[in-house]
Nanobody
Framework: VQLQAFGGGLVQTGDSLRLSCVAS????????MAWFRQAPGKEREFVAT????????MIADAVKDRFTISRDNAKNTVYLQMNSLKPEDTAVYYC??????????????WGQGTLVTVSS
């Protein structure tokens, strides 16, 4: 599976942004998808994950009231809708895929990151 993330950019505090991750390869709909982020000088952290059919999601506590993950298997795309952005959301955001469900750290496939910068 190959993953490519889009949609990052420079926004202001309180703005919204939607990231997209397009997946290619066989049976993409068979994979759990996830978003992670890595802020400057910090370790990569889990943001959200979504089950293969899209019916189950897990969102990190730090963003659960503001971020939503969804997927469109017909388009091989997973989305991260980010609302009420804060400067502390500034990070490189990565999408990831795995055959198993439930991990907040170990994923088999990773895409390149897309940078989100939130100005105060």
């Amino acid at each position: 599976v190959q993953l490519q993330a889009f949609g990052g950019g420079l926004v202001q505090t309180g703005d919204s942004l939607r990231l997209s991750c397009v997946a290619s390869g066989p049976t993409v709909s068979s994979y759990t998808m996830a978003w992670f982020r890595q802020a400057p000088g910090k370790e990569r952290e889990f943001v959200a994950t979504i089950s293969r059919g899209g019916g189950i999601t897990m969102i990190a506590d730090a963003v659960k009231d503001r971020f939503t993950i969804s997927r469109d298997n017909a388009k091989n795309t997973v989305y991260l809708q980010m609302n009420s952005l804060k400067p502390e959301d500034t990070a490189v955001y990565y999408c990831a895929a795995d055959r198993l469900w439930g991990s907040r750290s170990s994923y088999e496939f990773w895409g390149q990151g897309t940078l989100v910068t939130v100005s105060s």
